[in-house]
């Protein structure tokens, strides 16, 4: 049986929670530990039983809690070299700091763990492939734009968590600052819902049956602008959203539905 869930998504903080054959691993930790805590409590998992902790990038959103849980608990984090390199946190055991230079296939407790580049402004983001049991995961957040790398690592999922994170007009009239605007929609920043839908559609045609959006925006963007563009996509392209693809969005400050597979 594997199970994901994100615990928080957004730019107040994002954690994604998978289970497979009993490993259960984190997928970053941007919440304080104790915030943490509560929400694996409030899942039914408990945080002294987190086997690993896989980091996507030093962006504080992902972050902040990684070092307490690691510490409090004696977890195991694994990350891309840059990353650890930018992440302020110490203390950690020596036997704890896993690194990796390359994106080959890793093995952690029974589940193939592929990291892929993910065009991000931090040192050496990456997102996340799964392969559990013969099913195949990916968690897709913090992308500029669907690059090659992106695309070839995340299409023939059959769940993905894809980010949807601004919404392009509310984005261009909200109060952000120009250069901040400029940084979001850039090649390194977040992904819009619109590139959000274009990518969904080729995956569900690839053959992806659960879509995850989250990472949205606080200001520029809403769950109900995130879900009804990406729907709209999907179904010009004639995708039945709800009979082809399950898609939901991961709730900002509290656990998403689990998605069992
Ligand atoms: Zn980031
Ligand atoms: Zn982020």
Redesign the pocket.
């Known amino acids: 049986m594997t199970r994901l869930c994100t615990l928080v998504s ?2 107040s903080g ?1 954690a994604v929670f998978l289970s497979h054959n009993g490993t259960r691993i984190l997928i ?1 930790c ?1 919440i304080s530990g104790r915030q943490a805590e509560a929400c694996l409590c409030g899942i039914g998992a408990e945080p002294s039983a987190i086997d690993y902790i896989l980091v ?2 030093e ?1 504080t ?2 972050t902040q809690g990684v070092g307490v849980l690691s510490r409090r608990f004696d977890i195991p984090v694994v990350a891309s070299r840059g990353t650890w390199n930018g992440m302020c946190i110490g203390g950690i055991a020596p036997k704890n700091v896993r690194i990796f230079d390359n994106n080959d296939q890793m093995d952690i407790g029974g589940i193939g763990v592929t990291p892929f580049d993910i065009p ?1 402004d931090a040192n050496q983001p990456t997102g996340y492939r799964f392969d559990a049991g013969g099913r195949r995961l990916a968690v897709a ?2 992308i500029g734009h669907i690059s090659d790398g992106v695309r070839a690592a995340v299409s023939g999922c059959d769940t993905v968590l894809l ?1 949807a ?1 601004y919404d392009a007009d509310m984005l261009e009239n909200g109060p952000y600052p120009y250069h901040l605007k400029n940084r979001i929609r850039g090649a390194r920043g ?1 992904l819009c819902n619109d590139d959000a839908g274009e990518f969904a559609l080729r995956l569900v045609r690839d053959g992806t049956k659960t879509l995850l959006l989250g ?1 949205l925006s606080k200001e520029n963007n809403s769950e109900r602008a995130a879900f009804a563009t990406v729907a709209n996509i999907l179904e010009r392209g004639g995708i039945r959203v709800g009979t082809d693809v399950q898609m939901g969005v991961a709730p900002r400050y509290h656990a998403s539905a689990v998605i069992g597979l």
């Open positions: 957004g730019s994002n970053d941007g996507t990038h962006h959103d992902h991000h957040t913090d980010e994170n977040h990472h």
